[in-house]
């Protein structure tokens, strides 16, 4: 069971907006902590998507944006695209349990 | 451009031990914060622990405290992971992460390693 909370899959169909939401707590994303997102592609290593207050690395594009309020977060893509199948983790800091928490992942299916 | 390499992994008995190996480059290593992130196969991303820029500070998830064992050797620009006592719930793919942000409590992890796989038969 994940300190942080995912839904196990959601999909969409190309060129449409989809949302990955991620739930906390008191003690993680609504004690004020940053939210950060990663991907994973089949058979790779997480890679990097959203860091602190919506900021994304060199090479992720603008489809891809994140959100917070009070002890949720969002990740938010939009045109949705074919290679935007994978799967997509959240990640806080746990004052409780001093320690980094990652949800359990979602996977984006694109029909 | 930052680079991790891990190595060590391999099929150990339940009980076990193992040692893991990280190799960075492409970044001043010893200015940062360094963790350990594992995998169980078809499962989600853990934390296992991580360590200051000069190996002063160690932290651990609940589940290997006592067991396993984060150290730094910043002249190779090296990290490595100790672990011991192994069961069959630490079969993971487990991989070595850059700490990356300003303040501790709000990093992220970025690069990522390609990641070791450690199985534990019993």
């Known amino acids: 069971q994940s300190v942080l909370t995912q839904p196990p899959s959601v999909s969409g169909a190309p060129g449409q907006r989809v949302t990955i939401s991620c739930t906390g707590g008191?003690?993680?994303?609504?004690?004020?902590?940053?939210v950060h997102w990663y991907r994973q592609l089949p058979g790779t290593a997480p890679k990097l998507l959203i860091y602190?207050?919506?900021n994304r690395p060199s090479g992720i594009p603008d489809r891809f944006s994140g959100s917070k309020s009070g002890t949720s977060a969002s990740l938010a893509i939009t045109g949705l695209q074919a290679e935007d199948e994978a799967d997509y983790y959240c990640?806080?800091?746990?004052?409780?349990?001093?320690?980094?928490?990652f949800g359990g992942g979602t996977k984006l299916t694109v029909l | 451009e930052a680079h991790l390499v891990e190595s060590g992994g391999g099929l150990v008995q339940s009980g076990g031990s193992l040692r893991l190996s990280c190799v960075a480059s492409?970044?001043?290593?010893?200015?940062?914060?360094m963790s350990w992130v594992r995998q169980a196969p078809g499962k989600g991303l853990e934390w296992v622990a991580n360590i200051k820029h000069d190996g002063s500070e160690q932290y651990y998830v609940d589940s290997v405290k006592g067991r396993f064992t984060i150290s730094r050797d910043n002249a190779k620009n090296s990290l490595s992971l100790q672990i011991s006592s192994l069961r069959a719930g630490d079969t993971a793919v487990y991989y070595c992460v850059r700490d990356s942000g300003d303040y501790y409590l709000y990093k992220w992890f970025d690069p990522w390693g390609q990641g070791t796989l450690v199985t534990v038969s019993s």
């Open positions: 008191s003690s993680n994303i609504g004690a004020g902590y940053d």
């Open positions: 602190g207050k919506n």
């Open positions: 492409g970044f001043t290593f010893n200015n940062y914060w």
């Open positions: 990640q806080s800091y746990d004052t409780s349990l001093s320690a980094r928490v």
